[in-house]
Nanobody
Framework: QVHLVESGGGSVQAGGSLRLSCAAYGYIDSRTCMGWFRQAPGKEREGVAVIDSDGSANYADSVKGRFTISKDNGKNTLYLQMNSLKPEDTAMYYC???????????????????WGQGTQVTVSS
């Protein structure tokens, strides 16, 4: 079982940047797809970005060109660099993982087995 711990959330003004981190503990091997999801109040959890075991990334259309997902295999840490933040990016952000070389597409929450507790991102206008 993989234990995921997110950090880096906070409050920022529109146009600002934040970097989220997700530390993974437990059994981790190279055949792991990891991703970021978010959930705003009253809305369903949605995929933001995922990264395959080989480092290939996929993004939701709403964040393409603004967010970048990356990972450091040596540190078992996943990152999400968020630039040009908008008020509609406000949500609880979750890190997730599933043991698979290739991330499921579309990357829906139900395809992921392990989840972190979330970190809040608030963007004010």
């Amino acid at each position: 079982q993989v234990h995921l711990v997110e950090s880096g959330g906070g409050s920022v003004q529109a146009g600002g940047s934040l970097r989220l981190s997700c530390a993974a503990y437990g059994y981790i091997d190279s055949r792991t797809c990891m991703g970021w999801f978010r959930q705003a109040p009253g809305k369903e959890r949605e995929g933001v970005a995922v990264i395959d075991s080989d480092g290939s990334a996929n993004y939701a259309d709403s964040v393409k060109g603004r967010f970048t997902i990356s990972k450091d295999n040596g540190k078992n840490t996943l990152y999400l660099q968020m630039n040009s933040l908008k008020p509609e990016d406000t949500a609880m952000y979750y890190c997730a993982a599933v043991r698979s070389m290739w991330c499921p597409l579309p990357f829906t929450p139900r395809a992921f087995a392990s989840w972190g507790q979330g970190t809040q991102v608030t963007v004010s206008s």
